[in-house]
């Protein structure tokens, strides 16, 4: 980490928005990320949580506002070029090649780092043939330590869907963020399986000491990971605070959280 990381939060959002067409999907966003947290961000169905990613990673470029991270501006910078500056995300929906190996997935992913140069692939160089070799090591290395060895050769699309959310985070993972941003990575799954995604993520966290935000409906993954969380409504911050502000802020409760979402918060106090 260089001074600047450390004087400066890692990630900065000022006044953030994006419309389309008529709709503002996002207004007036503001963050101030600290190296290290967790951040969850709830709200309804439209709020405009994918859209903050989107626009924060660099898939869409805001309408208006200014977005810092490590200390750079990168308003309006492309995706691969805001990933090589380290953050990584991973999609609502699952966007893995599915075809290719749980190995080629992670290889893939890890390109973004130790690129092979355009005159050694061209030239067949040996020197080639070793990166090759080394990003197949570094990305068989990287499974087995997130667990997931036992499934390297298979194809990704023929693994069950939890496995491939998991998939989808060690893809993000594999290119060294600082950053990570999970875009409702339980939906679909059990209770069994949130709970052990839930562990995941806090053991990822720990051991590759990341930054985490992560959009969520499911208050039983947000609650006792989150340091702080923002709700959204219509593309405003509405509430901020520690999960237990936000349990007891009637506005929330209200504006988003029904009877049943209440009472599964009451039950994860
Ligand atoms: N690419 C897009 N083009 C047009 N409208 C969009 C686009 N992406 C999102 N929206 C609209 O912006 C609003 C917020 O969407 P989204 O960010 O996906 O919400 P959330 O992730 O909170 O469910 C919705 O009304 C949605 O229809
Ligand atoms: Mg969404």
Do not use: C
């Not at 980490?1 to 000022?14: D, N, Q, S, Y």
């Not at 969850?40 to 309408?63: D, Q």
């Not at 355009?118 to 070793?130: A, D, G, R, V, Y």
């Amino acid at each position: 980490m260089g001074a600047t990381a450390t004087t400066e939060p890692l990630l900065i959002a000022t006044g953030v928005g994006r419309a389309f067409r008529g709709l503002q999907a996002l207004a007036d966003y503001d963050l101030e990320l600290r190296q290290g947290e967790i951040l969850g961000i709830i709200g309804p169905n439209g709020a405009g949580k994918s859209t903050l990613f989107n626009v924060l990673t660099g898939f869409l470029p805001p309408s208006s506002g200014t977005i810092r991270f490590r200390g750079r501006d990168i308003t309006g910078m492309a995706p691969n070029r805001v990933a090589q500056l380290g953050m990584a995300r991973t999609f609502q929906n699952i966007r893995l090649f599915g075809s290719m190996s749980v190995l080629d997935n992670v290889k893939t992913a890890q390109q973004l780092r130790g690129k092979a140069g355009f005159w050694e692939t061209m030239l067949n160089l040996p020197s080639f043939h070793n990166k090759e070799r080394a990003l197949t090591e570094q990305a068989m290395a990287h499974l087995v330590s997130l667990g997931m060895a036992n499934f390297a050769a298979a194809d990704a699309a023929s693994l069950p869907y939890g496995f491939q959310r998991k998939l989808e985070i060690a893809r993000a993972l594999a290119t060294e963020p600082a950053v990570l941003l999970l875009d409702e990575p339980a939906a679909g799954m059990n209770e069994g399986e949130t709970a052990e995604l839930t562990g995941f993520i806090r053991d990822i966290h720990q051991r590759f000491g990341l930054t985490v935000v992560v959009v969520e409906h499911d208050m039983s993954l947000i609650m006792p990971l989150s340091d702080r969380i923002q709700v959204l409504n219509y593309g405003r911050v509405i509430a901020e605070g520690t999960p237990a502000d936000i349990r007891a802020n009637p506005k929330v409760i209200e504006a988003y959280l029904g009877a049943e979402d209440a009472a599964a918060m009451e039950a994860t106090a």
